[in-house]
């Protein structure tokens, strides 16, 4: 019997296949015209996975947010699985502001001074509040909950902690997810300046911080995936599928690259994330 989460991997690409992955004349749509090697990859990605492709187009955009959709879902489902590895009461949102968390609920006040005062706004910036595509959030829990085990807190102690209900938290952002469903060199930083904002902007623990890709490039996974400090890690939607099709290649270069971004832990599966978000 398959695992539950292979079974829900097959369900993503059946997803992905019926309302996403369309293929236009030679080339699929999350492949690059102009790059013989994403084409190549590509389809080498779409034959490795099996199910049948449909002709067609989807605007970049369109397939952006289907895209966002389809991961939600998905993650959704899997954490949902994995209470007893992290209990808690789990919400999965698209599009949500972070100053609606606790970390980050002062760039309300921060953002209304900066707007108030132009020569503050020219000392330190602007455009702190962000909205993640997706956002897993935690809800505080009450201290019935808490005290289950024994009675742990009590009115006269831990009355700053976020994870008491009592003590008036928000909900609490557990993940920022940017979904790309390619990455092209004039948009290939957008997930770093975001997840920046989440480090310096914080007052409280640091929310994972991911991404998930469909892009066939080595190369461009690289210019995300590579370093450290910012992104926890990268996720693509189909790697081993990816890994087969790049190493049946004669691309030295790429086979290397993508060698070394999963053997340096930089580039994982999409079914690792739930799990890596479970830590």
């Known amino acids: 019997m398959k695992a539950f989460i292979r079974r829900l991997r097959e369900d993503f690409h059946k997803a992905a296949f019926a309302d996403l992955i369309r293929i236009d004349g030679d080339t699929v749509n999350f492949a690059d ?15 490795n996975i099996g199910f049948k492709l449909l002709p067609g187009k989807k605007s970049g955009q369109f397939a952006g947010r289907e895209f966002e959709g389809l991961v939600r879902k998905f993650i959704e489902s899997y954490f949902l699985k994995l209470s007893h ?6 919400g999965f949102a698209e599009g949500r502001s972070i100053a609606e968390f606790e970390q980050y609920a002062h760039l309300v006040d921060l953002q209304a001074a900066t707007e108030a005062n132009p020569k ?11 909205k993640p595509d997706i956002v897993v959030f935690r809800d505080p829990e009450p201290d019935e909950d808490i005290n289950k085990p024994e ?29 790309k469903w390619t ?3 004039d948009r290939s930083q957008n997930s770093r300046t975001e997840a920046l904002n989440l480090i310096r902007n914080r007052k409280g623990n640091l929310p994972h911080i991911m ?24 996720y693509h939607f ?9 190493n049946a290649s004669d691309q030295e270069d790429s086979i290397e690259l993508l060698k070394t971004m999963v053997e340096g832990r930089r580039l994982r599966d999409i079914s690792d994330l739930p799990l890596d978000m479970a830590v």
């Open 183 to 185: 990455i092209r060199s």
């Open 85 to 90: 590895l992290r209990p808690g009461r789990w």
């Open 211 to 234: 991404v998930v890709t469909a892009e066939p490039l080595p190369g461009r996974l690289a210019s995300i995936a590579l370093g450290t400090g910012d992104i926890d890690c990268v």
């Open 151 to 179: 009675t742990l807190v009590d009115d006269q102690v831990a009355r700053l902690t976020a994870i008491r209900k009592v003590n008036g938290s928000r909900k609490i952002l557990h993940a920022s997810i940017s979904c």
């Open 238 to 246: 189909a790697l081993p599928e990816l890994q087969k099709a790049v």
């Open 120 to 130: 503050l706004a020219a000392i330190i910036g602007g455009d702190y509040i962000i």
């Open 33 to 47: 015209t102009s790059s013989r090697l994403s084409k190549l990859f590509a389809s080498g990605i779409i034959e």
